[in-house]
């Protein structure tokens, strides 16, 4: 499987109401992330690719032997996706509100990231937990909690870089 999805969309609400859209509750829909790509970036993908693909802009040249790019919403100085000259995109963090395939997303609970995915390790302060990308041998996926244990960020990270981030 390439796992090249790019950008695909999912419900956001998961109120049981039915709607005529097919979504459920208020039919909000959020962006995707995984199994190795978001947005048309895609986990390896080539430095110089990431850049033509006009996703994301350099805001100055990349220090050796890895760096920063921004997606163009995000403001100057952002570190949304971390890129290694030899490997290349390292590791992509939308600020968006993302999901899984699998569903879990921004708001999602400690409980649903763990029903999701029994094997999640979360450091020594609860706050972070990382998973391997089901489907994927090369790409784990952070997730960040905030104090109410509600997944607040969502990023995808290459396990075989050779940049730290």
Not at 53 to 64: C, E, M, R, Y
């Amino acid at each position: 499987m390439n796992g090249f999805l790019a950008v695909w969309t999912i419900c956001a609400n998961e109120e049981l109401a039915h709607r005529d859209d097919g979504c459920p509750g208020d039919g909000r829909r959020v962006a995707g992330i995984g199994p190795d790509s978001y947005g048309g970036l895609k986990l390896a993908m080539p430095s110089d690719q990431a850049l033509r693909n006009g996703v994301v802009i350099a805001d100055g040249p990349l220090p050796q032997p890895c760096g920063y790019y921004r997606f163009r919403s995000s403001p100057p100085g952002s570190t949304d996706v971390l890129v290694s000259l030899r490997l290349g995109v390292a590791s992509i963090a939308p600020h968006e509100n993302v999901h899984t395939p699998e569903g879990v997303g921004t708001g999602s609970s400690r409980v649903d990231l763990r029903a999701v995915y029994p094997n999640v390790g979360f450091d020594s302060s609860g706050a972070i937990a990382g998973v391997d990308v089901p489907g994927s041998s090369n790409a784990l996926y952070r997730f960040e909690l905030d104090s109410n244990s509600k997944v607040s960020h969502i990023s995808i990270q290459a396990t075989n870089g050779d940049c730290a981030g």
